[in-house]
């Protein structure tokens, strides 16, 4: 049975290609010999351009010009237990939701805390996982 309705295929613009606008603004663009930032730049300056496009331009070519500031590591205090076992890995990540909870710390830093304990609880599991695997083999080679 045939199919009724919806869209056909190959219907429509062709993806990628360009409006009249867009088409219109990289001939002008190639004629200048202008860079991309610096036409967006002459369009931002010109008083007597449409306010939609010197915004538009402001917008796409402030990246370039004003890069945003690295976050700034900031550094925090918990008092966490011994994390050499994982009953203390427990322990120390009940602190943690605890500080988050009391608002002593953001919780995009303690992500970063949660996240070397994480590490720090494979590391020991994978230890205990050697351990129990060479008593295996010594086991069954007697």
Do not use: F
Not at 38 to 67: F, G, Q, T, V
Not at 105 to 130: D, F, M, N
């Amino acid at each position: 049975m045939a199919k009724v309705g919806g869209a056909r295929p190959g219907a429509g613009r062709p993806k990628g290609s360009l409006n009249k606008k867009h088409a219109e603004m990289l001939a002008s663009i190639a004629e200048s010999g202008q860079t991309p930032v610096e036409y967006m730049l002459s369009i931002m300056r010109d008083d007597k351009a449409d306010a939609k496009d010197r915004a538009w331009a402001a917008e796409k070519a402030a990246p370039y010009i004003h890069a945003r500031p690295a976050p700034l590591a900031s550094r925090i205090e918990i008092e966490l237990p011994d994390t050499s076992t994982i009953d203390g890995i427990k322990d120390a990540m009940a602190a943690i939701t605890k500080a988050v909870s009391a608002g002593k710390v953001a919780p995009s830093e303690a992500q970063g805390v949660v996240s070397i304990l994480e590490a720090q609880r494979k590391a020991i599991e994978t230890g205990e996982i050697l351990g129990r695997l060479e008593a295996l083999e010594k086991s069954m080679t007697r």
